[in-house]
């Protein structure tokens, strides 16, 4: 099993809706990441924390650490979101960052 | 003005070659990495290379060896390329090792025919 699982996999929906993509984590970290992937192939950091909740533009993210989970939600989808969305811890003491397998968020107009 | 750059973004070579993926940064950054990204999509740690420290990911081949003439550079040499090493290898910087937003170059495609 992953040490960091994220659901749904797969997600598609109509634009303006509002987007939670979930991950959960089995270790403890020192942070958390958001980051998201393009077509092209490009990876960009959406979010960093390491606890309570942070906002950009209409992306939110929000960490429970006693739950060991976060949440991202997009809110007023548009068809330029849509990407693959990945969390990643960092356990303390250790290098690079741990990956979930991300979620293919597909927003169709 | 890019902040982690890679070179090449595609190279295709024959299995048996030795070839280099060169990364730099310029945002002053004194932590690298190497991350490889594999035909699932799954993204794995490989190298951080931090004040002339090397961490190495324990299940990365010794054929993959990351070299650092500098704090702005961290180049990714590769000998006697397999198939199975055709991936996404994505070059990252950071401040510091724990709590500092990463940032990502583009990533270089290699496939190894």
């Known amino acids: 099993k992953n040490e960091v699982e994220q659901s749904p996999q797969n997600l598609t929906a109509q634009e303006g809706e509002f987007i939670t993509i979930n991950c959960s984590y089995s270790?403890?970290?020192?942070?958390l990441h958001w980051l998201q992937q393009h077509p092209g192939g490009g990876i960009v950091s959406l979010f960093m924390?390491?606890?309570g909740k942070k906002k950009h533009g209409r992306l939110i993210a929000t960490i429970n650490i006693q739950e060991k989970h976060s949440s991202l939600h997009i809110t007023a989808s548009h068809p330029r979101d849509s990407a693959v969305y990945i969390c990643?811890?960092?356990?303390?003491?250790?290098?690079?960052?741990?990956f979930g397998k991300g979620t293919h968020l597909i927003i169709q107009p | 003005d890019t902040a982690v750059s890679q070179t090449p973004k595609y190279l295709v070579t024959q299995m048996g070659n030795d070839k280099s993926i060169k990364c730099e940064q310029n945002?002053?950054?004194?932590?690298m990495y190497w991350y490889k990204q594999d035909s699932k999509k799954f993204l794995k740690i490989m190298f951080s290379?931090?004040?002339?420290?090397?961490?190495i990911n324990e299940t990365v081949p010794n054929r993959f060896s990351p070299k650092s003439p500098d704090k702005a550079h961290l180049n990714l040499h590769i000998n006697s390329l397999e198939l199975g090493d055709s991936a996404v290898y994505f070059c990252?910087?950071?401040?510091?090792?724990?709590?500092?937003?990463?940032?990502f170059g583009e990533g270089s495609w290699l496939t190894v025919v």
């Open positions: 990252a910087s950071s401040q510091g090792r724990t709590r500092n937003t990463i940032y």
């Open positions: 270790v403890g970290i020192s942070a």
């Open positions: 924390l390491s606890s």
């Open positions: 990643a811890v960092r356990k303390p003491g250790a290098d690079g960052l741990t």
């Open positions: 945002l002053g950054h004194d932590t």
């Open positions: 290379y931090n004040n002339k420290e090397l961490i």
